[in-house]
């Protein structure tokens, strides 16, 4: 508590106990949340208190009954192998290597037989669990809870759509969860407040914060007032898809083609010259379940030569049906001149829409070729040659073989390389040919965003039998050569650039895509986040300039204001913490981004020998090793995340990292507080593994590992609550008899206080009535493996509560102090009652003490030596301003005596021992937001009670006359 009085002296501190107890009662057993259902996939999440666990299954568990019958001993499991960090990958790429990294076969084999995924609550107080997604809606996916409960979030799939839904279990706030139809859901997502190209990664994720891939899904701050979830930026919608039919000069209605072009590529064939054109009717077409409302189609891209004569692709488009246009490309001797060369063309063809499902920038290709010119166009200039492309870096790449480009027929083929990060640089490698000697041509997007190179020899692909590099400009005698492309997209869109060998064209396609991290706010705590009256969605991956980078697995705050995310920012996978609010106004104003993943000091080790001779310059050092998966705390001062296979904690304040684990982990996760993390260990040579706790108040090194009851060799997925009590996981082993399912469950596990009140009983002895006592302290201390978790401290009979230094939770081994007086009101014994509430016991100590028949005034001072001299208290001067600093003396009050000082009226209490002659002086500051007026300083010595003459307390200058005075 802090003193909004005068700050006299020292305040009462914690007292910190040894870091291991002496004695530990039993642990629980844990809890099987998932009620006796089958193929539960992890996920889970806890409110702050863990009274609420929401978590994602295949089974139905509404009406299954509770196990309790206690867990037999755990079943080994084989240990998984380590996989590194890496980016969730949109929804069209097959799911990433790292998810075989725990065993996922009853998940598989649900999604095998057609099974959805659900969301659920499981409510612990009421022993309810409910479903909070819709059957048969899609799979609902990486479930997130707010700090009360009240909001849950997850993600949405279901046909081609990906969303985020947020589920208010509580819209008439009367405080009472999942009341029969009191429940709202909202999409967040899909929504026309979404940024432009906006998707929503498709998500089985292994867990929230701490597992190979880290949280794949939305992350609801404590207070329900932020939602941070992983999205990428792309072009290509995954509703519309474009169908083309080329219009031929004598046969309008000629079909050409009607297949989906690879990449989503709007190809003209190769045969236009200028004063000519092509045309092409381009469809698009909606796929899934949900209408498309389009405002519009336009061209982007430099030149002229192509445009839009006819268009439908406005208004509603429903699902299955198409909207067409007419596409011509018609170019003029200034973009197809008379060289005898082919030109390429490039464009995008734009959607503008009302949701993000609708919105795409398709790339248009098209050739020209200036041999046959019309008769009235030689006049025109000529287009000035394009500016060659810088040499490219090429060191540390290694080429990525596509080998089933697909034949497109008019004499090309399309070379489809997938979405290339922004930032990022990929090699990609064809094989072209065969074909007759002819000169290699390629065209290269205006951005230089794709390269023909020729990597060194070592850096080549393998086999003695490959072709050799294809060269641009070279003349060729070769039947077949190895195309080697280097793509670096600068925008989000896709880019396609052309290589021309004897007539037969490939085109090189890559698509721009930004994986990021996504904020929203509601400002009405309902989970409204894409209202009208919610702010708009922002980019919070980004660097201290408050440019977008690349962003992935985020962990956020309890108030929202700070997001940890993982990027290659660096080039290694880094983890960053963004400060999302620099005013303080929730604007989503850019302030700070901090590099976090930070490991603690290597030991020594010998110096490295010199290099050989002073022009051989020494290797450069190692890059720092990939880190990623971060869990941050309530406060946002802290975070753990995984790297080099451990788990480390940073302190952001201190600047400080420790080592939490000692081995490979399978996930971790931090509390709210920011001193508990829980990870998880397969088994080892020595260490049977399971689920460990480590305690880490300080970060000086110290704290205590402990197993709690889930030490299933096979248990992971951790996700805890607000203060470390409870902990879910996700195991194998059949820790509850009834568990027979023999797939991925979900279990709570509680870590229990040990807690003792010293003194048991308080007597405060005779005091006159209607006066007050001096304080008495009584001593809470907690010698269990769990927090004891406060959530109160009331008294009963005339006893009242005065200062004390516990807080929300009482860790192990830790101790605080509560301080009461008491205030007779009635002659005779009184008796009272102070209580420690606990999420799940209360501690008592009790209280007594006599009113005697006395002045109803209060204490009488005293005179302690006989001299006829009264106990006196003065503050000097006896005024003073909001801020400044004054003397606080005391003369004859009893030698040696511990004087209480209360600030009167007001909150500020504390004690001052005086000196053997009964004085003392001590300094009091006046704090700027005290109250102003009279004030009276109050000094109590046991039964000695004595009140300063009236002190004024007035604004400081440069404060409008009346100040105080102003509502």
């Not at 593994?689 to 480590?694: E, Y």
């Not at 001299?867 to 004054?886: K, N, Q, S, Y």
Request: charged share 20%; hydrophobic share 35%; net charge negative.
């Amino acid at each position: 508590m802090r003193l909004r009085g005068a700050l006299l002296a020292a305040v009462l501190t914690a007292a910190a106990a040894p870091g291991v107890a002496a004695a530990q009662p039993p642990a629980a057993a844990p809890t099987w949340i998932s009620d006796g259902g089958e193929h539960i996939s992890g996920a889970a999440d806890l409110s702050d208190d863990g009274s609420q666990v929401t978590f994602q299954s295949y089974a139905d568990l509404t009406g299954a009954p509770t196990p309790t019958t206690p867990p037999p001993s755990p079943a080994p499991s084989p240990t998984p192998t380590p996989t590194p960090t890496e980016a969730p990958p949109p929804p069209t790429q097959s799911p990433s290597p790292t998810e075989t990294a725990v065993p996922r076969a009853a998940s598989s084999q649900a999604r095998e037989e057609g099974r959805q995924s659900h969301v659920y609550v499981r409510d612990r107080g009421r022993a309810a669990t409910t479903l909070l997604s819709e059957p048969g809606a899609g799979h609902a996916t990486a479930p997130s809870i707010s700090g009360s409960g009240r909001l849950v979030s997850w993600v949405q799939r279901s046909g081609t759509e990906t969303d985020i839904l947020v589920a208010d279990r509580d819209p008439d706030a009367d405080g009472v969860l999942d009341e029969p139809g009191q429940r709202t859901v909202r999409r967040v997502t899909g929504t026309e407040s979404d940024l432009r190209y906006q998707r929503v990664s498709g998500c089985f994720p292994l867990g929230r914060a701490g597992s190979n891939n880290g949280p794949c899904g939305p992350q609801l701050s404590a207070d329900g007032s932020t939602l941070a979830f992983p999205g990428w930026l792309g072009p290509s919608s995954p509703a519309l898809i474009p169908q083309i039919r080329f219009l031929d000069d004598l046969e309008l209605a000629e079909l050409v083609d009607f297949e989906r072009p690879a990449g989503d590529v709007i190809d003209f064939r190769r045969s236009a010259r200028a004063g000519y054109d092509e045309r092409a009717e381009v469809g698009l077409l909606v796929e899934g379940d949900r209408a498309v409302q389009l405002r519009g189609v336009t061209i982007e891209g430099p030149g002229d030569a192509f445009r839009i004569d006819e268009s439908s692709c406005t208004g509603t488009v429903e699902p299955g049906q198409r909207c067409v246009l007419d596409l011509v490309f018609e170019p003029d001797s200034n973009s197809c001149p008379a060289d005898g060369e082919w030109h390429v063309h490039r464009a995008q063809l734009v959607t503008d829409a009302t949701t993000p499902a609708g919105r795409a920038a398709y790339p248009i290709v098209a050739d020209c070729w200036g041999g046959y010119q019309a008769f009235d166009s030689f006049a025109a200039p000529r287009q000035a040659p394009a500016e060659p492309c810088p040499a490219p870096d090429l060191s540390g790449l290694r080429p990525r073989l596509i080998s089933d480009a697909s034949g497109r027929g008019f004499g090309y083929q399309v070379a489809d390389a997938g979405p290339v990060q922004l930032g990022r640089t990929d090699l990609v490698a064809l094989e072209v040919g065969p074909f007759e000697g002819s000169r290699v041509t390629f065209s290269p997007p205006p951005d230089c965003s794709a390269q023909l190179v020729t990597p060194p020899p070592e850096q080549q692909l393998p086999g003695a039998d490959r072709p050799e590099p294809c060269v641009a400009g070279r003349d060729t005698l070769l039947s077949s050569c190895t195309a080697y492309v280097l793509l670096r997209p600068t925008g989000i869109r896709t880019e396609v650039a052309s290589l021309d060998l004897a007539g037969t064209v490939t085109r090189f396609v890559a698509e721009g895509l930004r994986s990021v991290v996504i904020a929203r706010r509601d400002l009405s705590g309902t989970g409204d986040f894409a209202g009208p009256d919610a702010p708009p969605p922002a980019v919070v991956s980004v660097d201290d300039g408050g440019n977008r980078i690349h962003g992935i697995e985020p962990s956020i705050s309890g108030d929202g204001r700070r997001v940890a995310f993982t990027s290659r920012l660096s080039g290694t996978p880094q983890v960053y913490v963004h400060d999302t609010d620099a005013r303080g106004d929730r604007s989503y104003q850019p302030g700070s981004t901090e590099l976090v993943s930070i490991l603690p000091p290597a030991p020594p080790s010998p110096p490295p020998p010199p290099p050989p001779s002073p022009d051989v310059p020494a290797p450069p050092p190692p890059p720092p090793p990939a880190a990623g998966s971060p869990s941050l705390s309530a406060g946002g001062n802290r975070v753990a995340f995984r790297a080099d296979d451990h788990v480390h904690l940073r302190d952001l304040a201190a600047a400080t990292t420790v080592q939490v684990s000692d081995r490979f982990t399978l996930g971790h996760a931090l509390s709210g507080d920011g001193t508990t993390v829980a990870f998880a260990t397969p088994p080892g040579d020595v260490d049977p593994g399971g689920l460990r706790v480590r305690f880490l108040p300080d970060l000086d090194g110290g704290g205590v590992t402990e197993t709690p009851a889930a030490d299933a060799a096979d248990a992971f997925l951790p996700a805890i609550d607000a203060h470390g009590r409870h902990i879910a996981f996700d195991t194998y082993a059949p820790l509850a008899g009834a568990d027979e399912n023999g797939t991925a469950d979900v279990y709570l596990a509680e870590r229990l206080p040990e807690v003792t009140l010293d003194p048991a009983t308080v007597d405060f002895g005779p005091l006159p009535v209607d006066t007050i006592s001096g304080p008495r302290e009584v001593t809470v201390s907690n010698a269990g493996p769990g927090p004891l978790v406060i959530t109160g401290t009331p008294l009963t009979g005339p006893f009242t509560a005065g200062d004390d230094n516990c807080g929300p939770a009482l860790h192990r081994g830790r101790s605080c102090v509560i301080s009461m007086t008491f205030a007779p009101t009635e002659q005779g014994p009184s008796t009272g009652t102070l209580t420690v509430s606990d999420l799940d016991a209360d501690y008592t100590a009790s209280l007594t003490g006599t009113g005697m028949v006395g002045g109803t005034g209060g204490p009488t001072p005293v005179d302690p030596d006989g001299d006829g001299l009264a106990a006196e208290l003065v503050l000097d001067p006896p005024i003073a301003a909001l801020g400044d600093a004054v003397l606080a003396r005391g003369t004859e009050f009893p030698s040696n005596a511990d004087v209480v000082l209360t600030w009167r009226p007001g909150l500020g209490r504390t004690t001052v021992t005086s000196d053997p002659a009964g004085a003392f002086t001590v300094s009091v500051l006046v704090f700027p937001e005290d109250r102003l007026g009279e004030r009276v300083l109050v000094g109590t010595a046991g039964d000695v009670r004595v009140e300063s003459p009236p002190f004024l307390v007035v604004a400081p200058a440069g404060q409008p006359p009346g100040f105080h005075n102003r509502g």
